[in-house]
């Protein structure tokens, strides 16, 4: 059974650090591209950051690129999304998401509808 565990959301103030981490159980990280998405109220659900666990090429949002960073590690089958310098703005229930490396990292992520598995998702707020 495939299942995605996301965690490590939490209440953070502008500027500051979370680092999100997605444990996958059920199936191995090899040959999947393993995604971040966020949404917020009344907005639609976003890629954010996507990897591909075979040969490591990632995608970043504009929103957040130089901010944000994705990670592997395939021995652990975890992946993790280091975000820096967090905005108001970046406020959302953020969830990862796997589906089989059909196609490029960068067109992959920009439709969350391929993704056949997800997680439960993780609240982040960023207020002061």
Same mark, same amino acid.
């Given at each position: 059974q495939v299942q995605l565990v996301e965690? &490590? &959301? &939490? *209440?953070v103030q502008p500027g500051g650090s979370l680092r999100l981490s997605c444990a996958a159980s059920g199936f191995t990280l090899d040959y999947y591209i393993i995604g971040w998405f966020r949404q917020a109220p009344g907005k639609e659900r976003e890629g954010v950051s996507c990897i591909s666990s075979s040969d490591g090429s990632t995608y970043y949002a504009d929103s957040v690129k130089g901010r944000f960073t994705i990670s592997r590690d395939n021995a652990k089958n975890t992946v993790y999304l280091q975000m820096n310098s967090l905005k108001p703005e970046d406020t959302a229930v953020y969830y990862c998401a796997?589906? *089989?490396g059909i196609t490029t990292v960068q067109a992959l992520c920009k439709v969350p509808g391929i993704f056949g598995s997800w997680g439960q998702g993780t609240q982040v707020t960023v207020s002061s």
């Open positions: 965690s &490590g &959301g &939490g *209440l796997a589906e *089989l």
